[in-house]
């Protein structure tokens, strides 16, 4: 007998209660087996399924090496945490929850800093005024790496711009970096922008890197045999994925 389909879903706060409440609306009911405090669990009246209760960071592992084969967590995780995406996960259905978006976020006070050309032309001023690369903290150093590059000082085919970055990586919380004259902008994700303003920061006119929401993703490298795709199937189905 094949095993079943196995689906990885947040294990607790807010993530949780939204993914239970999105699957529940779609005729999905999930619940926990054995102890109420465990990890596992099951979908009432669709057999074949075993619901794995995890942190959405290891969802996105478990999507990529394919121990899971169905997983909600968010699209900003697995583009910073798997390479070439799109060839180990398929986007089955954005789920309408957990929006956030990944930013570039400058001082206030650099009024004459407004886009991604103003940022490239203003770092390669800093590298020759002080010698060094104008640091950009962040936990999406991927995502970061992948954005900057994209963009090049007037128009020049050399990555010119892209080295009068650094990026560091943000061990705490990145929104204080600038302030505390750990970086001099930052890469950071955003719902209302309240706590960038907070922090005297704000998102250059092109700097949304990322457009995040939880998703419901396949992983490609999972074990799937008939029986694991015609459970996946009626979960698309009654999500309308």
Do not use: C
Request: charged share 25%; no cysteine; proline share 3%.
């Amino acid at each position: 007998m094949s095993g079943p389909l196995i689906l990885a879903v947040p294990s607790k706060g807010r993530l949780m209660e939204q993914s239970e409440a999105a699957f529940k609306a779609a005729g999905l009911v999930m619940r926990k087996t054995g102890n109420a405090r465990g990890y596992r669990g099951e979908i009432e009246g669709l057999a074949g399924v075993e619901v794995a209760f995890v942190s959405s960071s290891e969802i996105t592992q478990l999507l990529k090496t394919g121990e899971v084969h169905l997983g909600v967590t968010g699209e900003d995780l697995v583009r910073e945490n798997i390479a070439d995406a799109d060839a180990k996960v398929a986007f089955l259905k954005p789920l309408g929850f957990g929006f956030a978006d990944v930013v570039v976020a400058v001082p206030e006070f650099w009024i004459d800093v407004t886009t991604m050309s103003d940022l490239e032309e203003a770092a390669a001023v800093y590298r020759r005024r002080h010698g060094r690369r104008m640091r950009v903290a962040t936990k999406y150093m991927n995502i970061t790496r992948r954005f900057f590059a994209g963009h090049r000082y007037g128009g020049a085919p050399q990555a010119e711009a892209v080295s009068s970055y650094r990026i560091v990586e943000s061990l705490g919380a990145t929104e204080g970096a600038p302030a505390a004259g750990a970086a001099e902008l930052i890469v950071d994700i955003t719902t209302t922008g309240a706590t960038l303003k907070a922090n005297g920061l704000r998102v250059l006119d092109d700097g949304v890197m990322l457009k995040s929401q939880a998703n419901l993703m396949a992983s490609h490298q999972a074990p799937w045999t008939p029986q694991t795709r015609a459970a996946e199937a009626e979960i698309k189905r009654r999500l309308g994925a």
